[in-house]
């Protein structure tokens, strides 16, 4: 989970090219080069507990929706869940929890 106000993120995408992300203020800083980028779940999130290890490493970061799906292909993985960088860093952020006393 992302915690602070500003932070670079150095990334290898599915592919093996390296990018960097700027997340600020809660938001992506606006880059053309990221236009287009998305995160491939290999996984659907609803049964992540079962094999946790495997479903956390095939997570990936690809250029673009149709380089997600030849990624997952290439790989020979189930058809996955594909969300944009910015529903990536929506459930990167820490949720505050309101506890009730009893």
């Not at 673009?64 to 990167?92: C, F, H, M, Y």
């Amino acid at each position: 989970m992302l915690h602070p106000d500003s932070a670079t993120i150095r990334l290898s995408t599915g592919f093996g090219e390296i990018t960097n992300i700027t997340v600020a203020d809660g938001k992506i800083e606006e880059n053309e080069d990221l236009q287009g980028y998305c995160c491939v779940f290999s996984a659907p999130p609803s049964g992540w507990w079962h094999h946790l290890h495997f479903d956390c490493s095939s997570i990936h970061i690809c250029k673009s929706r149709e380089e997600a799906v030849t990624w997952r292909e290439t790989n020979g993985l189930p058809e996955a869940d594909i969300i944009t960088l910015g529903q990536l860093l929506k459930l990167s952020k820490v949720r505050s929890l309101r506890i009730q006393s009893i």
